[in-house]
């Protein structure tokens, strides 16, 4: 009877502990999963900000050279649309000397 007891007893202390165990490794799994969870939500937290960095980035690059293009494209036209005046300018001045000249000479 005594040997059935003592039995019994170590039988329930070991399913004791071996519940304890278990419920210990379920524990240490959900606080790994967690800590994995977590760290996965950091990477694509990382990940997200660098891809809005470098989204901005590019956009503001892209502006950059648009107005970069634009002012050189306006400086442009206006440069050629300058030498059109300097050159009609000339045309006259060049006109109006010789029509000058002209009428000076037959004056003379």
Not at 16 to 39: I, V
Request: overall charge negative; hydrophobic content about 35%.
């Amino acid at each position: 009877s005594s040997y059935f007891q003592s039995f019994a007893v170590n039988n329930n202390d070991l399913h004791s502990r071996l519940d304890q165990l278990n419920m210990d490794a379920m524990m240490s799994l959900a606080n790994s999963t967690n800590h994995w969870w977590g760290r996965v939500e950091e990477l694509n937290d990382m990940a997200t900000k660098q891809f809005i960095h470098h989204t901005k980035t590019e956009a503001d690059l892209q502006n950059e050279l648009i107005t970069l293009s634009s002012a050189a494209a306006l400086k442009d036209t206006t440069m050629q649309t300058e030498i059109g005046n300097y050159e009609e300018r000339m045309a006259t001045l060049e006109s109006t000397f010789f029509q000058n000249f002209a009428t000076t000479n037959n004056d003379l």
